[in-house]
């Protein structure tokens, strides 16, 4: 007799950051075509989960100050449940992505949605987000920026830090 297993939906949130400038701006300023500075969440369980400079934070769907999301992608369904999805969040905030960790290029929202991505659905966020860095600093004016832009951590107001934030 085969137990049915509870199977949850998990979506992909995504916001454009410069609220359509980026794609307006980038010919002049990088001299390539850039359609958005993207930033993105989990939505599983009810919640919206994403990692900025004070660590892992979870609101309502749409909850912060960005609003409802650009676009919303469907990753699939997970059998995890949601205890051991926190479980599995709240180590994640002790380690790899306490908000000392946050780097803008190299380990921001967008890496920690591609790994909780592939944990709850073994599927990755879109290439176009996660090759987002590696587009701007290929160009002379992102080479320039870099040291300006490394400095910026970038936490959406409104949502409620899981597990201590910072940890400096």
Request: charged share 25%.
């Given at each position: 007799m085969e137990k049915n297993i509870p199977r949850?939906?998990?979506?992909l949130y995504i916001y454009d950051l410069s609220r359509g400038m980026a794609r307006n701006l980038s010919p002049i300023m990088l001299g390539k075509q850039l359609d958005g500075i993207w930033h993105t969440a989990i939505v599983a369980y009810g919640d919206e989960f994403f990692f900025?400079?004070?660590g892992i934070s979870s609101c309502s769907p749409g909850g912060t100050m960005l609003g409802p999301?650009?676009?919303?992608?469907?990753l699939?369904?997970?059998e995890v449940t949601e205890e051991i999805f926190m479980d599995y969040l709240s180590s994640l905030g002790e380690t790899t992505y306490?908000?000392?960790r946050y780097r803008l290029f190299e380990h921001n929202c967008n890496t920690f949605t591609n790994e909780v991505a592939q944990f709850l659905t073994g599927r990755t966020i879109p290439s176009y987000i996660t090759d987002l860095p590696s587009e701007v600093l290929s160009t002379p004016f992102g080479q320039i920026l870099r040291p300006i832009l490394d400095s910026i951590h970038i936490a959406p107001p409104g949502g409620?830090?899981?597990n201590g934030g910072r940890n400096l």
């Open positions: 949850y939906n998990v979506q900025g400079g004070e999301p650009d676009t919303i992608v469907e699939g369904e997970t306490r908000g000392d409620n830090v899981i």
